[in-house]
Structure formats: structure tokens, C-alpha cells
């Protein structure tokens, strides 16, 4: 008796939120939806450059009461906001969604990746709150770390994304790689590593960078021609003058905070071009265009 009766109460929840969340525009990977009253079925329209969507990863700079007036405001937008540490309902963690998938949410501003700009409008968004970094009164920089919790949150969040919209390897971006001028979020202490490891994102093998490395010690200065041209092909916005200008070694640490956390000086060294061609090699990339 006492099992027909939850399982009634379970019935109806189940019912009433089905009905309340039929609302939402139909997420993109999602064929059929049930709208209420009618129903929507979404077939997949081929566009050029199909297949480009990317992901990028942002940290907030603010507190969580800030970040969620901020993104709310009007002014920036996102997709997803992950709390610095996100509630638990029913023993999972909890994301605040801000937007549909495929709505543009202005979180990439002016930006560049393989060949596309303006990523506003080929992206997802997920802003992190975090502090980001203070520059302490010793002149170093302190960067503030990712609560695991938030990771937790991230890995589910990310890898759901990605199989929604088939996002390559290579299209999971920090907010740096796209606008390396400007932006330095979600900074080096994000662990791209970890979410490589869960299947989000593209990482080297480890075999390849020692095959590129080939002997040398990891901090020898190599060319910067040649480091600018493996930086464009793999799908920075990046100058092809063979000067280790500012903008070249803004570029240079971008890459550096996603795949060589331990060192961003902006100096093209052997480890770093080593690495680069590694994931040229690994994720067969032939050209920048996404
Ligand atoms: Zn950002």
C-alpha cells in the first residue's frame, strides 16, 4: 500500500515536471520534443563549416551573488554559470542554466578560432566562478584555484555538451586561446588535464611530445616563425613575422596556461613546440578552419 502510494506521488512529479520543462525550446541533438499541446521535430539542417561549434570555458573574476548579476544583466551573457560550490539536490550538483544551448550568449566578445571569428555565435559558454588572480604587492600574480566541487559539476556538464553538439577534441577552448590579447580566464590553474583525462577536450600523448622533444632540454629556445606557424595551424589568431613580439607571446603563454600549466612565460621552447605537434599530430590537423 505504501509503495503504490509513492509510487503514485512519484507518478505525478514525474508528470508535472514533464509538463513544466516541455517549455523549453528543443535543445539541439534532441530529435523529438513534446511541447504540450504540440509536438516539435528537429532535423538536422547541414550548414557550411558544419560541425564548428566550440566550447569555452570562462572564470567569472567576481563572487557568486556578482557573477549571476553580471551575467544576468544585459550587458554579458552565458550559458551555464557553475557556483563556487554548486548546491546538491538529490545528491547531484547543481548548474544554473542561463540560456538555451542555442541562443548566442555574448561571453566571447571579440575572438578568433580556426578561422572563425566572433564566437558569440558558434559557441557555448560556461562562466566558473572564481577570484581569477590578484597581483600581490611583491609583483607576482596569484591565481586562485578551482574548487573540486566545481569539477565535479564541470566533467558531466562539459561531456554532455559536447556529444549534444559533436564538438571536436580541439574546439574545447579557454577564453585566452580565442582572445589571447585580451582574456587570461580560465587561467593556468584550471585543470585541463584532469578534464582530458574524463574525455573533455584535446591532450597530447605523452610518447609524442618525447618523440617531438627528441632529446633536447625542454626550456631550449627554438624558432619563433616556426612556433607562430604550428600556433595558426592549430588554430590561434597569431602574426607570421618570426618576431617574439608582445602579441606572439601572449599567444604563446595562451597555449602554454591549457597544455604546459607549470611554465606561461610566452617563450617558444622546445617543450611547447614539442606538445603543439603532438596534437597536431594526434587530432590530424591539417589547416585552421574549424
Ligand atoms: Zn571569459
Redesign the pocket.
Known amino acids: 500500500m505504501k509503495n503504490k502510494f509513492c509510487f503514485g506521488l512519484l507518478l505525478s512529479a514525474l508528470l508535472l515536471t514533464g509538463c513544466q520543462s516541455e517549455i523549453d525550446p528543443v535543445p539541439l541533438g534532441v530529435k523529438q520534443r513534446d511541447r504540450g499541446e504540440y509536438m516539435v521535430d528537429r532535423q538536422q539542417v547541414k550548414v557550411e563549416n558544419g560541425n564548428a561549434m566550440v566550447l569555452v570555458m570562462?572564470y567569472t573574476a567576481l563572487d557568486d551573488e556578482k557573477s549571476l548579476k553580471v551575467l544576468t544583466g544585459g550587458e554579458v551573457s552565458i550559458h551555464y554559470l557553475v557556483p563556487s560550490i554548486p548546491k546538491i539536490e538529490r545528491g547531484k550538483p547543481v548548474v544554473i542554466h542561463l540560456l538555451p544551448e542555442d541562443a548566442e550568449a555574448w561571453?566571447a566578445g571579440k575572438s578568433f578560432w580556426r578561422g572563425r571569428e566572433k564566437l558569440n555565435t558558434s559557441s557555448v559558454g560556461i562562466e566558473i566562478v572564481n577570484t581569477g588572480y590578484t597581483d600581490e604587492p611583491d609583483g607576482t600574480r596569484k591565481w586562485y584555484k578551482f574548487n573540486d566541487e566545481q569539477i565535479d559539476l564541470i566533467i558531466p556538464l562539459a561531456k554532455d555538451i559536447i556529444k549534444r553538439h559533436n564538438i571536436a577534441p580541439y574546439n574545447v577552448v579557454a577564453?585566452s586561446d580565442i582572445a589571447p590579447q585580451r582574456?587570461s580566464?580560465p587561467g593556468p590553474l584550471f585543470p585541463w588535464d584532469k578534464l582530458a583525462q574524463a574525455g573533455i577536450g584535446a591532450w597530447p600523448n605523452a610518447t609524442d611530445v618525447k618523440k617531438h622533444l627528441a632529446g633536447r632540454p625542454k626550456n631550449m629556445q627554438t624558432d619563433v616563425l616556426t612556433m607562430q606557424k604550428l600556433l595558426a595551424r592549430y588554430g590561434y589568431q597569431v602574426p607570421l613575422h618570426g618576431q617574439l613580439d608582445k602579441e606572439t607571446k601572449n599567444v604563446i603563454a595562451a597555449f602554454q596556461m591549457h597544455f604546459r600549466r607549470s611554465n606561461f612565460n610566452g617563450i617558444p621552447d622546445a617543450e611547447t613546440e614539442s606538445i603543439l605537434k603532438a596534437l597536431i599530430d594526434k587530432y590530424k590537423i591539417k589547416s585552421a578552419t574549424v
Open positions: 570562462h561571453h577564453h582574456k580566464d
